[in-house]
């Protein structure tokens, strides 16, 4: 056969095993969250193979939150820091597994399927969105789903996820009064955005 010669692979960043994900956070994913809230859509993921900590760093636990976490607690720092705007999340959270898409907060919710529209974009058809008012809901929401998940035995790992998932959170805001301000989502009183978390 033909021998392919070395290809270089060039990397933005190399975190040590010693770095903690709130650093990992501030460096890769705060900059994506920012962006949400200012009415862009930005997606946060983990690519990996099994056992490499990618359930893990999006996670996290209570003593060492996640990617997912830290982003949660930014937007309502971020909305608590913003007076003159009033706000509407909604998250929701769905699992592929074997090529299906099931949804987490939802578990009877199986076999969804993704639709695509001029208005919306892409999205899953079904997927139940929960308004959420607090990072502690928000959490509890992503509790339950976990509970959801297809794990299982893997040589690597005691329980491993089993399947890819997508937790999502619109952000919609707009200004109290009604009129845009500058330099706020570049003068657009009424914003949208959305971020995604996803350990692939």
């Known amino acids: 056969g033909k021998v392919i010669s070395p290809q270089p692979f060039t ?16 460096h890769v994913a705060k900059g ?3 962006s949400s809230m200012s009415g862009f859509n930005s997606t946060i993921f983990a ?28 937007v309502f720092r971020t909305i608590e820091n913003s007076p003159d ?19 987490l907060l939802e578990p009877e919710s199986t076999n969804l399927k993704v639709h695509e529209d001029t208005n919306r974009g892409v999205f899953v058809g079904g997927l139940k969105e929960e308004i959420v008012t ?31 998932t997508i937790f999502r959170m619109v ?17 657009r009183s009424a914003l949208e955005g959305a971020v995604q978390g996803a350990p692939l």
Do not use: W
């Open 11 to 26: 990397f933005d960043h190399i975190f040590t095993p010693q770095c903690d994900t709130r650093s990992i956070y501030n």
């Open 32 to 34: 994506a969250v920012d």
């Open 47 to 74: 690519y990996g193979q099994t056992s490499s900590g990618k359930t893990f760093t999006m996670r996290g636990k209570a003593s060492k939150p996640g990617i997912i976490p830290l982003a949660v607690e930014d």
């Open 85 to 103: 705007r009033e706000y509407l999340l909604r998250v929701s959270y769905m699992e592929i597994y074997n090529e299906v898409i099931s949804d």
């Open 134 to 164: 607090s990072a502690d809901q928000v959490l509890r929401l992503m509790q339950a789903g976990e509970a959801h998940r297809h794990t299982g035995k893997t040589n690597m790992n005691e329980q491993s996820s089993r399947s890819h």
């Open 171 to 187: 952000i919609e805001s707009r200004e109290r009064d009604g009129r845009a301000k500058k330099g706020s989502g570049g003068g």
